[in-house]
């Protein structure tokens, strides 16, 4: 019913850019908080950044500075500017959602897409 895409990942130079889209489709009937995690080969799962419905953002340390969260309400897409790429940059990101399903009691619970790789490299 629900389903959350991204795009824009690939492969970039150190110190390029890169702009990540994420979009939720499906019976929802609001979406709260939206954010990005990245995971690298044999290491955990860590946050990024995310953005509640007000528009209020957080970000990890390692990206403070370079990163930015936006999101278009309107179109239920969560977007990440990556400026200053590094290679340590490298993982795949995820992005997730935390969204109330149309036509359920049931509370506000988390969603994933599938990932995107971002591979940042000379």
């Known amino acids: 019913q629900v389903q959350l895409v991204e795009s824009g990942g690939g492969l970039v130079q150190p110190g390029g850019s890169l702009r990540l889209s994420c979009a939720a489709s499906g019976s929802i009937f609001s979406i709260y908080t939206m954010g990005w995690y990245r995971q690298a080969p044999g290491e955990q799962r860590d946050l990024v950044a995310n953005?509640?419905?007000?528009?209020?953002?957080n970000y990890a340390d390692s990206v403070k500075g370079r990163f930015t969260i936006s999101r278009d309400n309107s179109k239920n897409t969560v977007y990440l500017q990556m400026n200053g790429l590094k290679p340590e940059d490298t993982a795949v990101y995820y992005c997730t959602a935390v969204l109330v399903v149309a036509t359920t009691s049931s509370p506000p619970d988390d969603y994933w897409g599938q990932g995107t790789q971002v591979t940042v490299s000379s």
């Open positions: 953005i509640t419905s007000g528009g209020n953002a």
